[in-house]
């Protein structure tokens, strides 16, 4: 889990007794449903319609492609200022407000959705189970969950320590199961990588930290070059702009124009209809993977063929067609186009510096 919250959420109750899977399976599945109403006894569920949908159906698509799709799924958000996110035996997974609020696109949402539905489906509470002793860990739950000081002290000396080295391995595990889940559904796996390097942030920012017993945790940096060493590994390449929602490109006709717009945007209007302003933001596409600055977007003329490029990518030729549309010459429709972009990177750029 992204906090050590979700680490010993998974110890929500002690181990089963051996048995057969589906006796395991039954028996995870009550232990998470009582743990789970501790959950909503103690924090309100989020009803909002938009949320609620958005996030069972991102979670039910991340919980077909586990090893354990079986499983009565459950994805549901809390009101909570704290960003965290927890997994239950059974299914059962619970997000703060807070968190979904970090989440920049739907493909981050998915790396932290899977990182859950990880610890469930490779089973972690039960290994976990096995290294906690006597820790009550009901109270540790709610205490960690509610962030209340009175109930976190007594759970925090049981248990704090206890699970410290075992956790790190888990995580490690989790965050690696993430990518894996994630490319097997339409969301992009860099989500996962994004949404850590957010979280990492956040806590520079805010100083949200854990008490220190329930540091259970690699560092980010670690969990962030142990994600990056796996895309890699998956020949992934590591592109954030779709993960994170920048520089985002749309196409669309108007009459006989086709219209290329970045960050909703309108950028050019080009003679060809839909199929050439495609192709064009195909070429936008892999030169804005790259993260280019504004000084990258050139534009060049030779006579009368004009043309506008973004480092070594040549994004378009502007045609006579291109002209008459517009009733524009050339050189200037490309001038133009050029500065367009020039400043919605500007911008796409500061927005991202001061927001992450």
């Known amino acids: 889990m992204l906090r050590a919250v979700a680490v010993l959420v998974c110890l929500a109750l002690l181990a089963v007794p051996a048995g057969a899977q589906s006796d395991e399976d039954r028996a995870d599945i009550e232990r998470g449903r009582r743990a789970a109403q501790q959950i909503e006894r103690a924090l309100r569920v989020v009803t909002d319609p938009a949320v609620t949908e958005r996030v069972t159906r991102i979670g039910k698509a991340i919980a077909a492609v586990t090893e354990r799709p079986e499983l009565p799924w459950t994805f549901k958000v809390v009101e909570h200022k704290v960003p965290n996110a927890v997994a239950l035996p059974g299914g059962f997974v619970y997000l703060t407000s807070a968190i979904v609020r970090i989440v920049r696109t739907d493909h981050e949402l998915a790396g932290l959705l899977a990182h859950e539905a990880a610890h469930v489906a490779l089973r972690h509470h039960r290994r976990m189970e096995r290294e906690a002793v006597r820790t009550n860990l009901l109270v540790m739950l709610v205490a960690i969950l509610v962030r209340d000081p009175k109930i976190l002290t007594g759970a ?36 996962v990588l994004t949404l850590l390097e957010r979280m990492a942030r956040e806590d520079l920012l805010t100083a949200n930290s854990d008490p220190g017993a329930f540091r259970t945790h690699p560092t980010w940096g670690e969990r962030i070059r142990a994600v990056e060493d796996e895309l890699v590994r998956r020949g992934i390449p590591l592109y954030r702009r779709i993960s994170v929602g920048f520089l985002r490109l749309e196409v669309r006709e108007e009459g006989r124009a086709g219209v290329v717009l970045v960050n909703g945007e309108v950028v050019m209007r080009l003679a060809g209809g ?60 490309a001038l133009d186009y050029a500065a367009a972009l020039r400043r919605i990177i500007t911008e796409d750029r500061r927005r991202r510096a001061i927001s992450g």
């Open 156 to 191: 925090q000396l049981v248990g704090g320590g206890i699970l410290s080295a075992f956790s790190r391995e888990l995580e490690r595990e989790a965050d690696l199961a993430a990518v894996g889940y994630v490319q097997r559904t339409s969301w992009h796996p860099v989500g």
């Open 274 to 333: 839909l199929e050439r302003a495609r192709e064009v933001a195909s070429r936008l596409d892999r030169a804005f993977n790259e993260d280019p600055s504004p000084l990258d977007v050139q534009v060049t003329g030779v006579l009368d063929e004009w043309e506008i490029r973004i480092g070594g990518e040549r994004i378009v030729v502007l045609t006579d067609a291109d002209a008459r549309l517009l009733n524009r010459s050339r050189r200037d429709l």
